[in-house]
């Protein structure tokens, strides 16, 4: 079967460094999104990795690599706005996104 | 903001109204999607329309069906639910059917249902 693992939680301090990390077993490979979702708001596209090696974006990055069906995403100076979901998908071979159940992440003062 | 809105944006129905939830997107888009989210599970896909023709459905009951007017407008009638069936229904778009690096998809706010 297809299978995105991610971790349910996790905790950081303001001004720090998370990495939230993605594993996935799918049927093919067409790239890998991270969105990001506010408690009660849409989920907003943070990111898009289809080759190895890490995309960086201001404070954010992504990083894949096929090889280990693995990719993270690094969050920089962390701020309190940064408490969110964090919801990783694969497209497999047919385009058809698999989902991860996400990562919730507090930040603290 | 978006460009794709959902209404209405909390639904309380019993288990034997028929209610409807409402999906409108402004982006210009050829595919609309109905999803499933529930607390700490992965989004669930339940129906793709593309240029206004049902491509996927992936295998929801029957006591939930889908109307794609027209490109960008999207409906789910909801009768007869059960009590889980309560979770956030999520409306999406993408340019194209095809979930490439081109196609982006672009989430609603979200109806947040409750059956009781």
């Known amino acids: 079967g297809q299978n995105i693992d991610q971790p349910t939680e996790m905790t950081a301090t303001e001004g720090a460094i998370v990495q939230i990390n993605c594993t996935y077993q799918?049927?093919?490979?067409?790239?890998l999104f991270w969105y990001q979702q506010h408690a009660g708001e849409a989920p907003t596209f943070l990111s898009y990795n289809v080759l190895d090696g890490l995309e960086e974006k201001g404070r954010f990055s992504s990083f894949l690599s096929r090889s280990k069906g693995y990719s993270y995403l690094l969050l920089k100076e962390l701020q309190m706005k940064d408490s969110a979901s964090y919801l990783c998908a694969v497209s497999d071979s047919n385009y058809q996104l698999i989902w991860g159940a996400g990562t919730k992440l507090i930040i603290k003062p | 903001e978006t460009g794709v809105t959902q209404t209405p944006r909390h639904l309380v129905m019993g288990m034997t109204n028929k209610k409807s939830l409402k999906c409108e997107q402004h982006l210009g888009h050829n595919a609309m999607y109905w999803y499933k989210q529930s607390a700490k599970k992965p989004l669930e896909l339940m129906f793709v329309y593309s240029l206004e023709e049902r491509v996927e459905n992936n295998s929801v009951p029957s006591r939930f069906s889908p109307e794609c007017p027209n490109s960008s407008h999207l409906f789910l009638h909801l009768h007869t639910l059960q009590p889980e069936d309560s979770a956030l229904y999520l409306c999406a778009s993408s340019q194209d059917r095809a979930e490439s690096s081109g196609n982006t998809i672009y989430f609603g706010e979200g109806s947040w249902l409750t059956v009781v």
């Open positions: 799918t049927s093919g490979f067409n790239g």
